[in-house]
């Protein structure tokens, strides 16, 4: 059954959970637009863009953030899927990628709840927060919480 498959993978390759307490129904449209991907002129970043879309994770979000460090970050509505960032290594990289260390996927992780605490109200933001403390998914603090 494929949405068996899709729920194991879902666990095994994510880079983050995303807290979406109490968010907003408009939320991911307004933070798509925030951080759009139609801000990308640089050919790297526009190569990486096309990889993030053919992933066969397919993303149903793509976030670009144009500060340091610049990066194209696919989610679902849950979870960070993949990312593009070429000062980490080239390519699209998922939770089980080497090149990701643990303090990237928290440094991804929470630079997207980060966005997304705009539009939850105040309980999913304490909660939110709470969260951004935790360990890096399958880290080894992460089993040991």
Same mark, same amino acid.
């Given at each position: 059954? &494929?949405? /068996? ?10 880079? /983050? ?30 190569? /990486? ?8 994770? *397919?993303? *149903?979000?793509?976030? $670009?953030?144009?500060?340091?460090? +610049? ?6 509505? $849950?979870?960070?899927?993949?990312? $593009?960032?070429?000062?980490? %290594?080239?390519?699209?990289?998922? /939770? ?7 303090? %990237? ?10 966005? &997304?605490? +705009? $539009? ?23 089993? %040991?919480?």
């Amino acid at each position: 059954m &494929l949405s /068996g498959c899709y729920g194991a993978n879902s666990e095994t390759s994510q880079i /983050g959970d995303l807290n979406s307490k109490c968010l907003a129904d408009y939320a991911w449209d307004s933070i798509c637009k925030e951080y759009t991907t139609a801000k990308i002129t640089d050919s790297v970043f526009i190569n /990486g863009l096309s990889d993030v879309k053919a992933h066969f994770m *397919k993303p *149903k979000y793509i976030l $670009y953030f144009d500060n340091d460090p +610049k990066e194209i970050i696919g989610c679902d509505y $849950y979870s960070i899927r993949v990312v $593009y960032n070429p000062k980490i %290594d080239d390519g699209v990289f998922d /939770g089980l990628s080497p090149q990701l260390n643990d303090d %990237d996927q928290v440094r991804i992780r929470n630079r997207v709840q980060n966005a &997304l605490m +705009k $539009y939850q109200c105040a309980e999913g933001k304490l909660e939110a927060q709470e969260r951004m403390k935790e360990p890096a998914l399958f880290s080894k603090e992460y089993y %040991d919480k």
